[in-house]
C-alpha cells in the first residue's frame, strides 16, 4: 500500500531514483526496473527520506552494474526474430488480413505496422492461453476466479486480488507454454493464500511439482521479453 506521491532524487550524479513509501514494507528495498532501468527505492513507513538517499547512494555500483546488463531494446519491426511461445518466428510482410503462424514465420499485412499488428495477435494468444490454464488449475484447486486481465506490466508477471481477479502480462505469450502455466498456477494459487507463505508454495507444488525450473527460466529470461518494443511512429515500425 503506497502512501502520498512519489519522489525523485539524484544520486551519484546521475542517477534518477524514485522514493516510494509503502505503509506495509518493513526494510528499504531498491528495483531496478526490467523494462526501462528506471529504479525505485521503497521506504518503510518509519524511514526518512535521508536514510533512504543513503541506502541507494551505498547501492550505487549495483545500481549501475544492472543497468548495463539489461538486454538491448529489440523492436517488432518487419524482418524481427519475434519470441512466440517460446520460439523466434520472423515478422514478415504478407498479403493477409491478419496475422498467422506459417512454418517459422508470423505473416503480418504488409501495409500495417508490424508492431501494433504483432501485439494484438500477442494478446489474443495471452488471452486464450491463460484462460485455459486457469480454468484448469483452479479446477483443481478447487478455488474459482472472479475474471481474467491482461496488462502490460513491468514490475510482475501476474496478480490476484482479494476478490479473486487474476491480471497477467500479455507477454507471457512469448514465453516458453510452460512458464506461461507456471505464472497461471502461481496467481491461481493466490486465491487460497493470499502471501507467499510456505503453505502458498505448498499449494503451487500441488498444482506443478516441477515449477521451479520454470520460475527460474522466467528469472533469467524475463528482461528479454521485456525489451521488446511494439510501437512506433510510423508505417513499417513497430
Known amino acids: 500500500m503506497a502512501s502520498g506521491d512519489d519522489r525523485i532524487i539524484t544520486i551519484d550524479g546521475d542517477i534518477p531514483v524514485r522514493l516510494r513509501r509503502n505503509l506495509r514494507a518493513r526494510r528499504m528495498t531498491l528495483r531496478v526496473s526490467r ?9 518503510p513507513p518509519r524511514a526518512s527520506e535521508a536514510d533512504g538517499a543513503a541506502f541507494a547512494r551505498s547501492r550505487a555500483g549495483w545500481i549501475r552494474g544492472a543497468q548495463a ?21 520472423i515478422l514478415s510482410p504478407a498479403p493477409v488480413r491478419a496475422a498467422r503462424v506459417d512454418g517459422d514465420a508470423l505473416l503480418l499485412p504488409q501495409a500495417r505496422a508490424p508492431g501494433r499488428v504483432a501485439e494484438a495477435w500477442l494478446k489474443h ?3 486464450d492461453r491463460l484462460a485455459a490454464a486457469c480454468d484448469r488449475h483452479a479446477a483443481a484447486l478447487g478455488r474459482p476466479f472472479a475474471a481474467i486481465a491482461l496488462r502490460d506490466t513491468r514490475s510482475r508477471w501476474g496478480s490476484c486480488t482479494q476478490d479473486g481477479r487474476l491480471m497477467f502480462s500479455w507477454r507471457l505469450a512469448m514465453a516458453p507454454p510452460e512458464v506461461l502455466d507456471y505464472v497461471a498456477a502461481h496467481e491461481v494459487a493466490h486465491l487460497a493464500h493470499m502471501d507467499h507463505s510456505p503453505r502458498f508454495w505448498a499449494a503451487v507444488a500441488g498444482l506443478m511439482p516441477d515449477y521451479a525450473p520454470r520460475r527460474a527460466w522466467l528469472r533469467r529470461n524475463g528482461g ?10 510510423g508505417p513499417g515500425g513497430a
Open 224 to 233: 528479454d521479453l521485456m525489451a521488446w518494443s511494439f510501437r512506433s511512429d
Open 69 to 89: 546488463a539489461m538486454p538491448a531494446p529489440q523492436v517488432a519491426a518487419f524482418g524481427a526474430a519475434l519470441p512466440v511461445e517460446g520460439r523466434a518466428l
Open 35 to 43: 523494462a526501462d532501468g528506471a529504479v525505485v527505492l521503497t521506504l
Open 125 to 127: 494468444l495471452a488471452r
